[in-house]
């Protein structure tokens, strides 16, 4: 691989103007943006987005299960051809930021649009990709997952979205045939390489004064659901001492995660983001809480350690309080190194484009590491002002934005002519 410069000096205003549209589907009034994968925004989104391909004479394909593909093919290269792989993801969080994903994905487009206007010689395909659901409504990083290894039937038929929904009737709903979603992974060498450009979410490469981060690895992520049950009663006769409060068990548990988080490693960090109480009244003890954990470690075996950890603090807990508790594990996905020369290619392109480059690992989780199972891997990071994401104040600069775009061009040209 080498640093080759781009064909173009600069990706055009046109990646600006699309974030800023794009900032639109789903935007709350907050001046954030909640578009879940599968939902009235995401299908706009997606309507805009074949639009945008439409007028650029450009492919575009949707698998199964939701991911896009936007296509440039390499009219002589031999057939099947491995092509070269950029994107990210569309679908947000819950009011969440303009940036994370969006930036990935239509840079990808943008790289695209530039090869194919500027009739620039290829030597193998280049497709932008958007995946589906990278925020795990369904299940975490769903469309890369799709992709790395696929799902059976009876794995579909059990997910369901963050309000209860099940997956299959979202698919259904979008007017897709849900047995195509069975149909989606993708075998290792089928891929030439993957770069994905992103958002830090983090304030390392801002403290830095570094513009471009070089991600040397994506942390491993878990995610299940903790029940605690104990007997629902009257709040007004029902004495403290006799009292079985679901709610309280759960709230000493989630007053120890940090600790529990502590005791396994410096970068283990563990996360309730839903908390669930029935039945629900401000008169009626809970007789049942229900949590949704998220854990992280960039060591798998650590991360193990950590989900076990919560385990018997909770049961510690239970006992304490004359509860029942169960756990269900959702999802692990392992933490990945990413390929060293494509750590070196990113570094290259951007000292060759003047630009102060940092290494470090990523805390948040990204398709990148299930594309990395499939091919050679890459990230560009840069910088999120104050370290801001999954927020409405999420906020990247006009000039990183430029600068990580044009290093993501750089990169896609030097891997599809060598």
């Known amino acids: ?39 009235a925004a995401d299908r706009q989104v997606r309507e805009w987005l074949a639009g945008e391909c439409k007028q650029a004479g450009l492919a575009l394909r949707t698998d199964g299960i939701g991911n896009v593909f936007i296509r440039l093919d390499a009219p002589d290269a031999p057939a099947g051809t491995p092509p070269v792989w950029a994107g990210s993801h569309l679908d947000s969080v819950p009011e969440g930021g303009r940036f994370d994903g969006a930036l990935g994905s239509l840079a990808a487009l943008e790289v695209v649009r530039r090869l194919a206007e500027e009739h620039v010689p290829l030597r193998r395909p280049v497709e932008a990709v958007v995946f589906a659901d990278e925020e795990g409504n369904y299940h975490h990083l769903l469309g890369s997952t799709a992709v790395a290894r696929g799902f059976s039937s009876d794995e579909l038929a059990t997910l369901r979205g963050r309000d209860g929904d099940l997956l299959v009737d979202a698919l259904q709903a979008m007017g897709w045939d849900v047995e195509a979603a069975t149909r989606t992974a993708v075998r290792p060498g089928d891929v030439h390489a993957y770069v994905e450009l992103h958002i830090e979410q983090g304030s390392v490469l801002e403290s830095a004064g570094a513009a471009i981060g070089v991600v040397t690895a994506i942390v491993g992520m878990g995610g299940g659901h903790m029940e605690f049950r104990g007997r629902q009663d009257h ?5 403290m001492p006799l009292r079985r409060d679901a709610l309280r068990g759960a709230a000493e548990l989630l007053v120890r995660l940090p600790e529990v988080a502590r005791s396994v490693s410096e970068t283990a960090v563990a996360t309730c983001g839903i908390l669930h109480v029935e039945p629900g009244g401000a008169n009626v003890v809970p007789g049942l809480a229900r949590l949704q954990l998220d854990f992280r470690d960039l060591d798998r075996e650590r991360m193990l350690e950590l989900e076990a950890a919560i385990v018997a603090v909770a049961r510690e807990v239970a006992d304490r309080h ?3 508790v169960g756990y269900t594990r959702e999802s692990i996905t392992d933490p990945v190194p990413l390929d060293p020369r494509m750590q070196e290619l990113v570094a290259t392109v951007a000292a060759g484009q003047g630009l102060r480059t940092l290494p470090l690992p990523s ?35 006009w000039e990183d934005i430029d600068a990580g775009a044009n290093v993501l061009l750089a990169m896609v040209h030097a891997l599809a002519t060598e």
């Open 363 to 397: 805390g948040a989780g990204h398709d990148a590491q299930n594309m990395a199972k499939l091919a050679p891997t890459g990230m560009i990071f840069v910088p999120s002002v104050d370290g801001r994401s999954h927020s409405p104040a999420e906020l990247t600069t």
């Open 322 to 324: 004359g509860l029942e």
């Open 235 to 239: 709040a007004g006769t029902t004495p």
């Open 1 to 39: 691989m080498s640093g080759t410069e781009p064909p173009v000096p600069t990706v055009s205003a046109r990646l600006r103007r699309g974030l800023e549209h794009v900032a639109g589907y789903g935007a709350t009034a907050s001046g954030g943006v909640g578009r879940t994968a599968f939902s």
